[in-house]
C-alpha cells in the first residue's frame, strides 16, 4: 500500500486560505468517504481535525474544513492563525475487506 | 474522559523484541478498535496495524503488508489494554509508537512510545 501524496510544505501568511491536497487512487481515497486529517505541532501528538472527508470533530474550529473529488481529497484553513503552523497529515480507507489504513506523507504548514 | 495511557520508553538492540502496551480508560473498550502508527524521527506517521477489542474467534486483526511477517497485536479486555509486539528490530525501526482509537478515523491517541534500536 502506497502512501498518499501531499506536497511536502505549504506556507501562507495570517488571514489568508491555504489548501493542502491529497492524492490518492480509486482503491483509498477514491474508493470511500473515510478520509480523516491530523494536526501535528512539533513534539505533540496528532490531533484528529476532520474525519469522514468534510466532518468537524466538537472543538475543532470552523477555519479548517474538508472536501474531496475523486482521488483526491483536500483540507482548507481559512483565515490562517500562527498558532495553525504545524504538520498535517490525511489518512484514508484502503480496503473495506481488511480495515486498512494508509497515510499522507505529511505536509509542513509555514504562516509567514 | 478518554485516555491511552502507554508504557514507557524503551531501547533494543538489533534483532531483539519490543512490547508495548496501551491502557484505555473512559470509555467501553469493547466498543473500539484500537490502531497502532508510528513515526521515525523526522519523518511522517506511519499506519500498522488495527486490532478488534473484542476477540472473534480466528482473527480481528489487520496489519500492514510491511509489517505482517514480525508484528502482533493482542488485547486483554479485562484490563481494557492492548499489546503491540515487534520483533527481529532493526535500526530503521527507532521510532514513537502510538496507540489510537477509533474505526474511520483515530481520534484519541496514546501519548507516543519512543523505541530506539541500537547497538
Known amino acids: 500500500q502506497s502512501a498518499l501524496t501531499q506536497p511536502a510544505s505549504v506556507s501562507g501568511s495570517p488571514g489568508q486560505s491555504i489548501t493542502i491536497s491529497c492524492t490518492g487512487t480509486?482503491?483509498?481515497?477514491?474508493?470511500?468517504?473515510?478520509v480523516s486529517w491530523y494536526q501535528q505541532h512539533p513534539g505533540k501528538v496528532p490531533k484528529l481535525i476532520i474525519y469522514?472527508?468534510?466532518n468537524r470533530p466538537s472543538g475543532v474550529s470552523n477555519r479548517f474544513s474538508g472536501s474531496k473529488s475523486g482521488n483526491t481529497a483536500s483540507l482548507t484553513i481559512s483565515g490562517l492563525q500562527a498558532e495553525d503552523e504545524a504538520d498535517y497529515y490525511c489518512?484514508?480507507?484502503?480496503?473495506?475487506?481488511?480495515?486498512?489504513?494508509?497515510f499522507g506523507g505529511g505536509t509542513k504548514l509555514t504562516v509567514l | 474522559q478518554v485516555q491511552l495511557v502507554q508504557s514507557g520508553a524503551e531501547v533494543k538492540k538489533p534483532g531483539a523484541s519490543v512490547k508495548v502496551s496501551c491502557k484505555a480508560s473512559?470509555?467501553?473498550?469493547?466498543?473500539?478498535?484500537v490502531h497502532w502508527v508510528r513515526q521515525a524521527p523526522g519523518e511522517g506517521l506511519e499506519w500498522m496495524g488495527i486490532?478488534?477489542?473484542?476477540?472473534?474467534?480466528?482473527?480481528?486483526?489487520t496489519y500492514a503488508q510491511k509489517f505482517q511477517d514480525r508484528f502482533t497485536m493482542t488485547r486483554d479486555p479485562s484490563t481494557s489494554t492492548v499489546y503491540m509486539e515487534l520483533r527481529s528490530l532493526r535500526s530503521e525501526d527507532t521510532a514513537v509508537y502510538y496507540c489510537?482509537?477509533?474505526?474511520?478515523?483515530?481520534?484519541?491517541w496514546g501519548q507516543g512510545t519512543l523505541v530506539t534500536v541500537s547497538s
Open positions: 489518512c484514508s480507507y484502503a480496503s473495506s475487506t481488511t480495515s486498512t489504513r494508509v
Open positions: 489510537a482509537r477509533g474505526a474511520r478515523y483515530l481520534d484519541f
Open positions: 469522514d472527508v468534510d
Open positions: 473512559g470509555y467501553t473498550f469493547t466498543s473500539y478498535y
Open positions: 486490532i478488534n477489542p473484542i476477540n472473534p474467534i480466528g482473527g480481528g486483526t
Open positions: 480509486s482503491s483509498d481515497v477514491g474508493g470511500y468517504n473515510y
